[in-house]
């Protein structure tokens, strides 16, 4: 009995690290979203950080500058969305679809030579214990750094958000921008800034992907990741601790089919590959049926362009 | 001194004059990139935008690129038009591709001249239903629409190759990911031997003119204008939103189906796991560089089917990955979007006035 338990444990930390690059992502564009700026280039920001942070593995053989590069590289990439959103005053949705098409071609470009070099073994914290303790050791132990900081991160994001004087002027700049303005607030700035750090948070989402989880290099290795972390931000309602709840369940899924098809279930792997797609669509519907629940919780300036007459 | 003012109504010269200016904005952070990567960036950009082009053969593969590209892209602006975000072109593209290559299994040792117009029917008829599925879920469940339709890409990808692996595969094909080779009747019509394009750019052709037709010479086009300019007004002119949000959506879906039933009978000849190159995710660029207009998409869909063959070219010339011309479509999208600022505000350069040195 206590070998199944244990074998349970295991399941739920595979879960767990599963569902990482989605909280990441997702609570960066949730902030990025709270202040009325809808970055649909989530999955292009993550895909760059993910190269990036492979390509300086493989250069500088330190897993450290991988990770903070693979930060300023979705940072870098994000400024792009920033400048054309908010100075050159375009279209959100256009932009993010943009940003996501040149990520993707770009991280191809830059990723030609590191196909096929295998990666290098990130650090686990606590592995003993992982192994010494049955059921929640496998759940609470052996993970790296980044996991239990993407486990904090939704808490964090909380607090900030409801509890810090910062935290309300991005909620204010989204839900008002024009009366935060006349407040003294500089719209822009907020913006900007709640823009670089969505991206920050998009390519630390990438480089556990391609240092920790699947440590390689594959060319479109996000496979929609980043979309499905968009979709979460509205399964949560902009709640970050929701953010990590609809995380869970989408890394569950992703484990139980990837499960399935190891045991050899008589389902044709394709179904199983595309439950993670189904199920954010059917999530949706649910969560967006009643109209006024979303209408409540949305940034009421998400997706609009603001512009202060000087 | 730089000043900057607002317009108040904007030049249709000039709303048609900085796609150009994107275009050429592109072309320069190309050469840039090539540079950093070490080629020479005038040679680099004559590979990629000069070479592809340069005989005969070429130019058919560019119209045979184009042909798609402009059709959805068309579809696309029906839906755009009205805002409606439908980002799943690529996924209808491929259903259309799926139902319309299914019949043609089914008709497969059938001669007769009326194989390939149920084909292509079939196919748009699949990419219309594909495309109604996020139409429905936002009019009467308020689902968000680029998420549905952009998660419907991969499922309908996922099928795809679930078919050609499975239940639809080549019998005699060594257990290839592909179906048979479609018979000869269920085949586009080659217009030139030994080029390939073939008699899908009519349908291309047809519906440029329909669109252009339904969306400046009908009620329903009206429609469509106004609700994207201002929503309260349409609401306010008791236009019946929801329909039109499921035409706009039926619109586009078919002709994101026709334009893969159109690769599948054409170029391809079956059904395999790429039947398309994100054609479907293209054509969004497309269409905004077409400035939403039937003929500016004719145009875009030229320039945008240009760097497909230029990266193909690149590729081989220069080993650069085919992604290169992604980079250069997300740069064109990027500088449109960019150079619209010169839509609504004045840059004026004053000379520095005296009491200010």
Request: include cysteine; proline fraction near 4%; charge should be positive.
């Given at each position: ?310 | ?83 409606n ?49 996020p139409a429905v879920l936002k009019t009467?469940l308020n689902t968000n629409e680029?998420?549905v ?96 949000i ?112």
């Amino acid at each position: 009995m206590s070998f199944d338990l244990n074998f349970i444990g295991i399941l739920i930390g595979a879960i767990m690290a599963s569902s990482v690059p989605l909280i990441l992502a997702a609570s960066g564009e949730l902030i990025t979203e709270r202040s009325g700026v809808l970055n649909l280039g989530v999955e292009g920001m993550m895909i760059i950080g993910a190269i990036s942070g492979f390509a300086l593995m493989v250069i500088t053989d330190n897993l450290f500058l991988a990770v903070i590069g693979s930060m300023i590289s979705g940072l870098i990439i994000s400024i792009i969305f920033g400048v054309l959103t908010q100075s050159l005053l375009t279209n959100h949705v256009a932009t993010g679809l943009a940003l996501t098409i040149f990520g993707i071609g770009m991280s191809a470009m830059i990723g030609k030579n590191f196909v096929g070099i295998p990666g290098k073994e990130f650090p686990l914290l606590f592995v003993n214990l992982k192994e010494n303790i049955p059921f929640l050791g496998p759940i609470l132990f052996g993970h790296s750094v980044i996991l239990y900081f993407a486990f904090l991160l939704p808490f964090l994001t909380n607090y900030f958000l409801k509890k810090t004087k910062i935290g309300l002027i991005i909620r204010a700049v989204g839900d008002s921008p024009t009366s935060a303005s006349n407040q003294g607030i500089n719209v822009s700035l907020v913006r900007y800034s709640c823009i670089l750090y969505g991206g920050a948070m998009c390519g630390l989402a990438g480089a556990y992907l391609s240092l920790i989880y699947t440590p390689q290099w594959i060319e479109n290795m996000t496979g929609g990741r980043g979309w499905i972390a968009l979709a979460l931000v509205v399964f949560a309602t902009w709640s970050p601790i929701k953010v990590l709840i609809g995380a869970l369940i989408f890394g569950g899924i992703t484990i139980l089919q990837l499960h399935m098809q190891a045991v050899g279930f008589r389902i044709p792997v394709q179904l199983l590959s595309a439950l993670p797609y189904i199920m954010t669509i059917i999530v949706l519907v649910v969560i967006s049926r009643d109209s006024r629940k979303i209408k409540l919780n949305t940034p009421t300036s998400l997706g609009q362009i603001f512009y202060k007459e000087k | 001194m730089i000043k900057i003012e607002k317009r108040n109504d904007v030049s249709p010269s000039i709303y048609f004059l900085t796609p150009i200016l994107a275009i050429f904005l592109t072309l320069f952070g190309g050469g840039i990139i090539f540079y950093a990567l070490g080629f020479n960036p005038l040679e680099a950009l004559k590979f990629f935008f000069i070479t592809p082009i340069s005989d005969l053969y070429g130019f058919s593969e560019l119209l045979v690129k184009a042909t798609p590209l402009c059709l959805i892209a068309i579809g696309l602006s029906f839906c755009f038009k009205s805002n409606n975000w439908n980002i799943g072109a690529e996924g209808q593209l491929i259903f259309g591709g799926i139902v319309g290559g299914g019949v043609a299994l089914l008709f497969y040792g059938h001669d007769g001249f009326y194989v390939l117009p149920i084909i292509v029917l079939s196919g748009a008829i699949g990419g219309m239903i594909f495309a109604m599925i996020p139409a429905v879920l936002k009019t009467y469940l308020n689902t968000n629409e680029i998420l549905v339709s952009l998660m419907l890409v991969y499922v309908a990808k996922l099928l795809l190759d679930y078919l050609v692996v499975g239940p639809w595969s080549n019998p005699e094909g060594f257990n290839f990911p592909e179906t048979r080779q479609f018979s000869e009747s269920a085949r586009m019509p080659i217009l030139f031997d030994g080029l390939r394009i073939h008699a899908g750019i009519f349908i291309t052709l047809i519906t440029v003119f329909l669109s252009w037709l339904i969306l400046y010479k009908t009620y329903l086009g009206f429609q469509i204008k106004v609700s994207g300019l201002s929503l309260k007004t349409a609401k306010y002119a008791g236009y019946k939103g929801k329909t039109m949000i499921i035409i706009v959506f039926m619109i586009s879906g078919a002709c994101a189906g026709l334009a893969g039933v159109g690769e599948i009978t054409g170029p391809i000849g079956q059904l395999h796991r790429n039947i398309s190159p994100d054609y479907g995710f293209t054509a969004i660029i497309v269409a905004f560089l077409g400035r939403l207009n039937p003929v500016g998409i004719i145009f875009a869909s030229l320039i945008v089917a240009l760097t497909y063959l230029g990266a193909e070219t690149a590729q081989i010339f220069l080993q650069v990955p085919k992604y290169t011309g992604q980079v250069f479509q997300g740069m064109i999208l990027f500088f449109l979007l960019g150079s619209d600022y010169l839509l609504f505000f004045k840059i004026k350069f004053l000379g520095l006035k005296k009491n200010e040195l």
